[in-house]
């Protein structure tokens, strides 16, 4: 079974920062794309980052400039730095994982709370 915790989320004012880190067991972190994602009351889950296992990043065009998205695989650990943070980005936020060899199970994180002031 593969499990993903997260931590980091919490209160802050707009143009703040926040640093999410998510570990994952059950699964070799080396072989697995990760990803960031979040949900606002009322909307879809969305795409917040993403990094392959060879280290390829990618951002949601709202986040480029803003979130940086990297990992420690000696950590078993992706984080998710959140700089510059707007009223906008208050959501909760996810971690995902994805194997990319069989038996390519997806996990997801219980998700964390960003609530960002004005």
């Known amino acids: 079974q593969v499990q993903l915790v997260e931590s980091g989320g919490g209160f802050v004012q707009a143009g703040g920062s926040l640093r999410l880190s998510c570990v994952a067991s059950?699964?070799?972190?080396?072989?697995?794309?990760m990803g960031w994602y979040r949900q606002a009351p009322g909307k879809q889950r969305e795409l917040v980052a993403s990094i392959t296992t060879g280290g390829i990043t990618n951002y949601a065009d709202s986040m480029k400039g803003r979130f940086t998205i990297s990992r420690d695989n000696a950590k078993n650990t992706v984080y998710l730095q959140m700089n510059s943070l707007k009223p906008e980005d208050t959501a909760v936020y996810y971690c995902k994982s994805e194997e990319r060899v069989s038996p390519r199970r997806t996990a997801w994180g219980q998700g964390t709370q960003v609530t960002v002031s004005s």
């Open positions: 059950g699964t070799r972190f080396s072989i697995n794309d």
